[in-house]
């Protein structure tokens, strides 16, 4: 009996314990939670140049106050610098939608629609060590990362990221028209899902541009294109007069670019030397 009654004080005294915890008090916060109605904001000047820049002309919204639902919510990422959007969307604009609207007309951009940029400060890391830079999703958003990173001044930063944009841009392209089907015959050997253990050179040797176009097909007719726009024909060359026994896969790719963009309505060359101007001109 004593065990029962020792048993029922101890739970007495539990649900005692328990009921004065449930008396406490807690005190809300006075400030709206951010996301239940604490994140009300007001245009400012670099909201308007966004919508007269991107949604009035092309119905693009650009997406740089933060909304975890957007990326990948698994990841540690960082907003970007406000003082950083209108340097990177300008730099988008030269270097991207320009030079496509020049040579494919003003309705290009209209047709291959791209209907979001989502801006991201930092980059986002892999469990395997790759960082990814940008991201194309449902063939009309670019999710644009290391935006904190940029800098209009530094050419080798202006290319990196135009480098991303040309190369989500172009998987927007080959979503909407499949990729040729004679670039399936080219590198397929070499394409491997561990393409990071390998180097640029080292994939230059195999007849692939990059290291990362030896993931898929798709990244490897990508990295093609968006090397051949923004880093240019001369690097291009280069790469060849390095590597003459993949000089044949080489100019077939690069023949195949070309072949491709026509049927788009562009002439790749002239777009080439436009997405060059931008580049001198956004980084003079």
């Not at 394409?191 to 290291?211: D, F, K, S, V």
Request: net charge negative.
């Amino acid at each position: 009996m004593k065990t029962m009654y020792r048993y029922v004080y101890f739970l007495l005294l539990l649900i005692g314990t328990m009921l004065l915890g449930c008396k406490k008090t807690e005190v809300l916060p006075d400030e709206p939670i951010n996301g239940l109605g604490g994140d009300d904001w007001a245009f400012n000047a670099l909201d308007d140049y966004l919508y007269e820049n991107f949604v009035i002309p092309y119905n693009i919204e650009v997406k740089y106050k933060w909304d975890p639902y957007e990326v990948n919510f698994n990841r540690n990422l960082v907003p970007p610098e406000e003082a950083k959007v209108q340097p990177v969307m300008e730099t988008v604009k030269a270097v991207w939608m320009n030079p496509y609207e020049k040579i494919g007309g003003e309705d290009f951009l209209k047709k291959y629609q791209i209907l979001k940029y989502v801006l991201v400060g930092s980059p986002e890391y892999q469990e395997n060590g790759t960082v990814i830079l940008g991201t194309a999703e449902g063939g009309n958003k670019i999710i644009l990362f290391v935006v904190n990173y940029f800098a209009k001044n530094d050419r080798a930063e202006v290319i990196r990221m135009m480098h991303t944009i040309h190369h989500e841009f172009a998987h927007i392209l080959h979503q909407t028209i499949a990729i040729p089907q004679a670039w399936r015959t080219l590198s397929t050997s070499w394409y491997t899902a561990t393409w990071y253990n390998t180097t640029n050179q080292q994939a230059n040797t195999q007849g692939l541009i990059t290291a990362y176009a030896k993931s898929t097909m798709q990244e490897d007719f990508v990295e093609t294109i968006s090397t051949l726009l923004v880093e240019g024909q001369a690097h291009y060359e280069s790469v060849i007069a390095a590597n003459p026994s993949q000089a044949a896969t080489f100019r077939r790719k690069e023949e195949l670019v070309v072949a491709y963009y026509k049927d788009l309505g562009i002439d790749f060359r002239q777009l080439q030397s436009e997405v060059k101007a931008g580049i001198e001109f956004i980084t003079k």
